[in-house]
């Protein structure tokens, strides 16, 4: 049981540069999640899926592509990279009801982007 | 959409004292409410969690209570020791698996 896997663990990239960060789950979650984390600015919520086919934007959505065609897969596409998205990335998941399940989001171990 | 307040931004403690961190929420419907620990350099993990139908709730040294009324949860650890040295974050859960966070607290415990 893998969990969450996040690939890569470090990405450079230069300015204009796309990108895919890959995140793939073997827990049947239905819920899937990005998140960028700078610091001392928490956690925030790029994008999310509550299923296979179903996307929504979160807190800070711009400049950021997902799509989930599967119940296990869901990329982040940096469609133009900048500087300002340099930060650490999590991918996290869960069962929808959460308040049931009682076992909160499991995260990926981060991808680290620098935008040169 | 939901909104979270967690404070302190920091705190630091002697090794043995208690640490407290309390967070607000805005949204009354909000049923669950986990924290996480996040060591540096490291993924945040699930420590503690609590639903809207308990007020509070223990696991060895570590305790959440839940005021619905006032919508705040508070997270408190006792004999606090240089492994909890990390940053806390709260959250609050609205609907369909979409948790909102807190901004984090970095706990640092002194030997």
């Known amino acids: 049981n893998a969990g969450v896997t996040q690939t890569p663990k470090f990405q450079v990239l230069k300015t204009g540069q796309s990108m895919t960060l890959q995140c793939a789950q073997d827990?049947?979650?239905?819920?899937m999640s990005w998140y960028r984390q700078d610091p001392g600015m928490g956690l925030r919520l790029i994008h999310y899926s509550v299923g296979a086919g179903i996307t929504d934007q979160g807190e800070v959505p711009n400049g950021y592509n997902v799509s989930r065609s599967t119940t296990e897969d869901f990329p982040l596409r940096l469609l133009s990279a900048a500087p300002s998205q340099t930060s650490v990335y999590f991918c996290?998941?869960?069962?929808?009801?959460?308040?049931?399940?009682?076992?909160?989001?499991?995260f990926g171990s981060g991808t680290r982007l620098t935008v040169v | 959409g939901e909104n979270v307040e967690q404070h302190p931004s920091t705190l630091s403690v002697q090794e043995g004292d208690s640490a407290v961190i309390k967070c607000t929420y805005s949204?009354?419907?909000?049923?669950?409410f986990p924290w996480y620990k996040q060591e540096l350099g490291k993924r945040p993990q699930l420590i503690i969690d609590i639903r809207s139908n308990v007020g509070e709730k223990k696991d060895q040294r570590i305790a959440v209570t839940l005021n619905k009324t006032a919508k705040h949860f508070s997270l408190h650890i006792t004999e606090t020791q240089p492994e909890d040295s990390a940053v806390y974050f709260c959250?609050?859960?609205?609907?369909?698996?979409?948790?909102?966070f807190g901004d984090g607290t970095t706990l640092t415990v002194k030997p």
């Open positions: 949204d009354s419907a909000s049923n669950y």
């Open positions: 959250a609050a859960t609205l609907y369909a698996g979409k948790s909102t």
């Open positions: 996290a998941s869960s069962y929808l009801d959460l308040a049931v399940t009682r076992e909160g989001y499991t």
């Open positions: 827990m049947n979650h239905e819920y």
